[in-house]
Nanobody, 118 residues
Framework: QVQLVESGGGLVQPGGSLRLSCAASGIILNYYAIRWYRQAPGRPREMVASITNGGSADYADSVRGRCTISRHDAENVAYLQIYSLKSEDTATYYC????????????WGKGTLVTVSS
């Protein structure tokens, strides 16, 4: 059974930072590109960051310069670190895996809530 489990969310003050983790089981993470999405209440889900199998990263303009996506394939884990958090970063953050080697497969985690508030 494939699972993506996000963790690391919580309540953070503005200006703080968080590292979110996405732990994969049932798949070999190296076969997948990884994306982090987020969805705030009443807003559509948006992609925050992506990383290819080879480690090339890209970011949404809203987080560029204060966000780092990374992966540790040996441990089947991906990370999203966000710095200088703002209230508008408040959302549920989801991990998404897109298989790029072999048959097409996609998997979603169930999300972790990040609340930025003083």
């Amino acid at each position: 059974q494939v699972q993506l489990v996000e963790s690391g969310g919580g309540l953070v003050q503005p200006g703080g930072s968080l590292r979110l983790s996405c732990a994969a089981s049932g798949i070999i993470l190296n076969y997948y590109a990884i994306r982090w999405y987020r969805q705030a209440p009443g807003r559509p889900r948006e992609m925050v960051a992506s990383i290819t199998n080879g480690g090339s990263a890209d970011y949404a303009d809203s987080v560029r310069g204060r966000c780092t996506i990374s992966r540790h394939d040996a441990e089947n884990v991906a990370y999203l670190q966000i710095y200088s958090l703002k209230s508008e970063d408040t959302a549920t953050y989801y991990c998404f895996a897109l298989r790029t080697t072999g048959p097409l497969e996609t998997h979603w985690g169930k999300g972790t809530l990040v609340t930025v508030s003083s």
